[in-house]
């Protein structure tokens, strides 16, 4: 019997702060554990390790401190990886993010293992960038666009690989019985939700002037806002000068955010600029019609006219009239929803996701 293979993976974060601890954790979950045996570090205890424990998967919590003013406590660190790397027979590394691959980049460079850089954002880190594309043996952007962040680098080492979602999981479904009494909504009300981080790129203030727009033409419509963030409140007090008031709903964060997407008739991501776009791909997975910003990795997940209607960022009354024309017209939404469901099986199931990554593990083993 072959022996699986062991793989470090490193989070960047002890806390599910976004999708790509997401991401980390279905990967987690779905790797061939015939031929791969993970191992997780995380900076600290939290749902991280959590999640981890309960598939089963071996937790180590070795500190990351921010990269300033790090002096003795780098070494420290890195130490602590290469004894990790060298207890456990460790084969490959995956860093999930850069100050996960600051620690086990040096570490491996120090052991001789390969290591993966998994790049999940597009902003540049400056010159630290060029430190860490070098420590790489290769990087995983999750996006076309967030690849760009390295086009002054030889793209030879660059693998592009969508995120992906589990089809079972996120399958059409009706919302629960009771979801519309829970949230003081009558049977027959139209409802466009959008979920993700209350932070000011993802352009919420974007999707509540639009929303006053809509309710002009459609007062009847409800609006779902699932999540959390800095701007919660002053994105609260926004609705109300709006003169919203009851007609949207912030939910808070949900773990689990198929209820919401079940529940509604339009799917809107109004970000200023996505990286990828994680929720798309699990509304659409739900054959859920999406009206999305038309800016950063989402043209490569939304076709605009077949899967959904994208527009231009920063633009309310774009957003605005994109969402009514699928409001006003339920049987476009539907075509469009299923050809999402479809689009997404095809280009971002998670066994396609995996799949490349595995086959990405391999090439590096094989050397």
Not at 130 to 146: G, Q, T
Not at 255 to 278: I, Q, W, Y
Not at 299 to 323: C, D, K, N, S
């Amino acid at each position: 019997m072959t022996t699986a293979h062991p793989v470090l993976l490193v989070s960047n974060h002890a806390e599910i702060v976004g999708g790509g601890e997401v991401s980390l954790l279905m990967l987690l979950g779905a790797l061939d554990r015939v031929r791969w045996a993970p191992i997780v570090v995380v900076p600290a205890e939290g749902m991280v390790a959590r999640r981890c424990r309960a598939m089963d998967i071996p937790i180590h919590v070795v500190p990351m401190p921010t990269l300033r003013g790090l002096g003795s406590r780098l070494l420290q660190g890195v130490l602590a990886f290469a004894r990790l790397m060298r207890d456990m027979k460790v084969a490959l590394v995956h860093a999930n993010g850069s100050r996960a691959m600051v620690y086990a980049g040096l570490a491996s460079m120090w052991v001789r293992r390969p290591v993966i850089w998994h790049v999940r954002v597009a902003e540049s880190d400056g010159r630290l960038d060029r430190v860490l594309f070098r420590l790489a043996d290769r990087v995983i952007v999750n996006s076309a666009a967030v690849g760009e962040r390295f086009a002054w680098a030889d793209m030879k080492k660059v693998r592009c690989i969508h995120n992906g979602v589990n089809m079972v999981h996120f399958a059409p479904r009706p919302a629960p019985r009771d979801l519309r009494k829970r949230l003081g909504m009558a049977e027959g009300e139209p409802v466009a939700a959008s979920v993700g981080r209350f932070v000011a790129y993802k352009g919420y203030g974007d999707l509540l002037e639009a929303a006053a727009l809509v309710q002009r033409v459609r007062p009847d419509t409800r609006w779902v806002l699932a999540g959390e963030g800095e701007l919660r409140s002053g994105l609260e007090a926004q609705s109300r000068k709006l003169g919203l008031g009851l007609r949207v709903h912030f939910t808070g964060w949900l773990d689990d955010v198929r209820e919401v997407l079940a529940l509604c008739d339009v799917f809107v991501l109004p970000s200023r600029g996505e990286h990828f776009g994680r929720v798309l791909i699990e509304a659409m997975a739900m054959a859920k019609p999406v009206v999305a910003t038309d800016g950063g990795g989402v043209p490569e997940i939304v076709r605009h006219g077949e899967t959904g209607l994208l527009v231009p960022p920063g633009r309310p009354a774009h957003l605005a009239q994109a969402i009514l024309i699928l409001l006003n017209d339920p049987a476009y939404a539907v075509t469009l929803g299923m050809a999402g469901r479809e689009r997404v099986e095809r280009e971002f199931s998670l066994p396609k996701h995996v799949a490349a990554v595995e086959q990405l593990y391999l090439e590096l083993l094989r050397g």
